[in-house]
């Protein structure tokens, strides 16, 4: 079977046809997108909406199960059902790994598969022989997607977000499956011009002109965006990634408004406008707060202690677990250096003090040049030199997180790695104080105790007795050196220490066996191993019939 398109010319009541089906395409493509996500926002609005004028408030206190209820719970025909739709659940959320390479979590590749054959069935569907049709209905269906994809990456005002109950974090990883898609239909229309230019005769002719030189230059864009968005590109300068998406992000519109100027245009139109509005939101919201900075004795930590004004307290204490995007105003750098412009650095909020209105931040030394202007600060000024940061937040999931402290869990297990006890310990901390009967365990792996100094250094006499420290720098075999360290670990008496890597399989196994019918909570701030190794652990007990509600917060990318 051949090749069914054919070039043809087209009269002008044929090319108007053609128009109309483009558009009418492109359109089923948005809103097929788009209504879904408008559903749901509605919902939420509702329930939003419902919540605040029911006169029938929720008590603070619900009935628990007994566990002989909850077990003939679990074996009915609908607790069958429930232990089923958990192990699909948590199935779709495992990484995709092939020769060593993640090719990102399965819900990705299959949802992402499944909305590429949509588009591609949009893309072929009315075009019938016509090649030039065909080759414009890519080009239209791919950027028809892009307000979708910019409102993945909104911040301050995302209604996608809002919509399912999740954050721009979250939401990042179908940008990159959408991005992926839009792409591999932009090169597919691409390629397919330049293959009909250079079977007219006319590709040196056509590509000096500025229509088609715009969605070349386009094509290259996108191309050096994804080039830069490989893992070892952003390991080595997440830096150039970062610029790089921004320009391309900022001047992809325009050159798709000029190059696509039969129709379309809206489609360039409404993500430039989502975007500026966002970022306007952003800049008002924006506090730029006296900040104290000070290295941390024998690590490579920064504290950051920022004194925020009274009336923008009560937003950044009212969740535990967010975050907030730090830059360094132009008044603060030591030199004019235009990188800082395009540094927003994710930094946890590690505690809030409502007495005196200060917000610590806690960060690691990195090669990054937000990290060294940090602790160049912290090495340079005295503590009563108070240096301007811009505090841009909180953002967060935590917003969306069931009632921790509520009788919704019978148990939680709460680990953290290095700097991620900034996220796992104000959660411990916010559900202890809620609740001081509920059953919290948190596991803290840190190299050595001075990495564990900087909750003491807040004004507390010491850590909480429910955490398990896990110290995993060798102890030495001399004697002396020994003996130096365990009196640097004498700051902490009432915190079981460990003096080793901690064998999660063996925490979660003995978190899970207790109970079979409890309801728990899994919470992990970390390396990118630890979540992976963690996830793997749970797994196997959600396969078993665990009822487990599992979050890992990080921000890879």
Not at 381 to 388: F, I, L, N
Not at 416 to 424: D, M
């Amino acid at each position: 079977m051949g090749w069914p398109y054919e070039i043809f010319a087209l009269d002008d009541a044929q090319k108007h046809a053609r128009r109309q089906s483009l558009d009418r395409h492109a359109a089923y493509a948005q809103l097929s997108a788009l209504i879904p996500i408008g559903l749901a926002l509605m919902y939420q609005l509702g329930v939003f909406i419902f919540k605040r004028v029911s006169p029938y408030q929720p008590v603070s206190y619900s009935a628990v199960p007994s566990s002989p209820g909850l077990k003939h719970e679990r074996q009915s025909a609908a607790g069958s059902w429930g232990i089923t739709a958990r192990r699909i659940a948590w199935w779709l959320g495992d990484d995709v790994v092939v020769l060593g390479f993640n090719l990102g979590q399965r819900d990705e590749i299959i949802f992402g598969s499944l909305w590429s054959i949509w588009l591609m069935f949009l893309c072929f569907v009315g075009t019938g022989n016509d090649y030039l049709h065909l080759t414009k209905r890519f080009g239209i269906v791919a950027i028809s997607q892009l307000p979708l994809q910019y409102l993945l990456i909104l911040k301050s005002l995302n209604p996608v977000a809002f919509a399912f109950g999740s954050s721009h974090e979250q939401l990042n990883r179908w940008h990159r499956v959408l991005g992926g898609i839009i792409y591999s239909m932009l090169l597919v229309h691409a390629g397919l011009y330049l293959n009909f230019y250079v079977h007219e005769g006319i590709l040196s002719e056509r590509i000096v002109r500025p229509i088609p030189a715009l969605g070349l230059g386009s094509i290259i864009g996108m191309s050096l965006l994804s080039a830069t968005a490989l893992k070892l590109v952003r390991t080595y300068s997440y830096r150039v990634f970062f610029i790089t998406h921004l320009m391309v992000a900022l001047l992809l519109p325009p050159a798709i408004f000029f190059h696509s100027h039969h129709g379309g245009r809206q489609y360039v139109i409404e993500p430039l406008v989502f975007f500026f509005i966002d970022l306007i939101t952003r800049k008002i919201g924006t506090i730029t707060a006296p900040s104290t900075l000070e290295l941390i004795p024998d690590t490579s930590l920064i504290k950051i202690v920022a004194s925020l004004p009274s009336s923008k307290l009560d937003r950044f204490r009212k969740y535990a677990g967010m975050h907030v995007y730090l830059t360094i105003p132009f008044s603060s750098r030591r030199s004019s250096h235009l990188l800082f412009e395009f540094t927003f650095n994710p930094f946890t909020i590690a505690s809030v003090d409502e007495k005196t209105g200060e917000l610590t931040l806690v960060a690691r030394r990195q090669r990054g040049p937000m990290t060294k202007a940090l602790a160049q600060f912290a090495e340079d000024d005295s503590a009563s030199t108070k240096v301007p940061l811009c505090i841009d937040g909180p953002y967060g999931c935590a917003t969306w997180f069931p009632n921790l402290a509520g009788p919704e869990f019978d148990r939680i297990l709460l680990v953290a790695g290095g700097v991620g006890s900034t996220f796992i310990l104000p959660i411990s901390r916010y559900i202890i104080n809620e609740n001081p009967a509920a059953r919290v365990q948190m596991v803290w792996a840190v190299r050595g105790a001075a990495d564990a100094s900087w909750p003491l250094e807040n004004g507390d006499d010491s850590l909480d007795d429910n955490i398990q420290l896990f110290l995993t720098r060798a102890i030495p075999r001399d004697p002396t050196l020994r003996e130096a360290v365990e009196l640097d670990n004498t700051s902490y008496p009432n915190v079981r220490q460990i003096h080793k890597r901690p064998d999660l399989r063996q925490i979660v196994d003995d978190f899970l066996r207790q109970g079979l019918e409890e309801r728990v909570a899994v919470l992990v701030c970390g390396p990118e191993e630890m979540g992976r190794e963690l996830r793997s652990y749970v797994g196997a007990w959600v396969n078993k019939g665990r009822n487990v509600w599992w979050h890992n917060e990080g921000f890879a990318w």
